[in-house]
């Protein structure tokens, strides 16, 4: 997989702020603090997962756009501090969705054909009649059949400690998004903060 099939519309705020904000604990005059990575800012980044001192990795604010399956997404829901901004709905829009571009590869077809004539009779009978009373019912027997093999974009907004806590836990994961997910994560400015390779 590649990065730009998974994260797109990067961008990342605050990493010189959150670097002079990681010194004010031994600092008594705040004039003189500076917003370079040193060893020491490294060292509080490389702490232990839950230990503290890599507090100040909240300050590296990071927003893009992710796309997972519906599989993935499960899993990222687990991140309290990877937030939502908005996503694409299936909830909304599964029947006008290009269902042939819609799924990863490893999605079987004859899963996406069967879900592909279930969106064609619900559209022709919608169609025919929007207030045909069998649409709810038809709807709702297309959400419950999608293959979780399907692609969807939601703009997210996190921070670097957030994703430290991603990279140790899915860098070498069964998903291939998430490999790709950590793989995007070394590419960041600084990632060393996050990853704990600190000879980039």
């Not at 961008?11 to 604990?25: F, I, P, Q, T, W």
């Not at 001192?53 to 991140?79: C, I, M, P, S």
Request: glycine share 4%; proline share 3%; charged share 25%.
């Amino acid at each position: 997989m590649e990065i730009n099939e998974v994260i797109s519309n990067v961008h990342v705020y605050g990493l010189e702020d959150a670097a002079r904000g990681s010194k004010y604990s031994f600092a008594v005059d705040l004039e003189k603090v500076s917003g370079e990575i040193t060893p020491t800012v490294r060292k509080l980044a490389a702490c232990g997962l839950g230990e503290g001192h890599d507090n100040f990795l909240n300050g590296v604010v990071v927003q893009f756009d992710l796309t997972f399956t519906n599989k993935a997404w499960v899993e990222a829901e687990r991140y309290h501090f990877l937030d939502f901004v908005s996503s694409q709905s299936t909830m909304h829009r599964i029947t006008k969705f290009d269902l042939d571009k819609a799924f990863i590869e490893y999605t079987d077809k004859r899963m996406i054909a069967i879900l592909k004539e279930m969106v064609a009779d619900y559209n022709e009978t919608a169609a025919r009649d929007a207030k045909d009373p069998s649409l709810p019912e038809k709807y709702l027997r297309i959400l419950y059949s999608t293959p979780s093999g399907l692609r969807l974009t939601a703009k997210m907004t996190t921070n670097y400690r957030q994703l430290k806590t991603i990279y140790r836990q899915r860098k070498n994961h069964r998903l291939p998004e998430w490999r790709t997910f950590c793989a995007w994560i070394e590419t960041l400015p600084e990632s060393g903060l996050i990853t704990g390779n600190i000879e980039e």
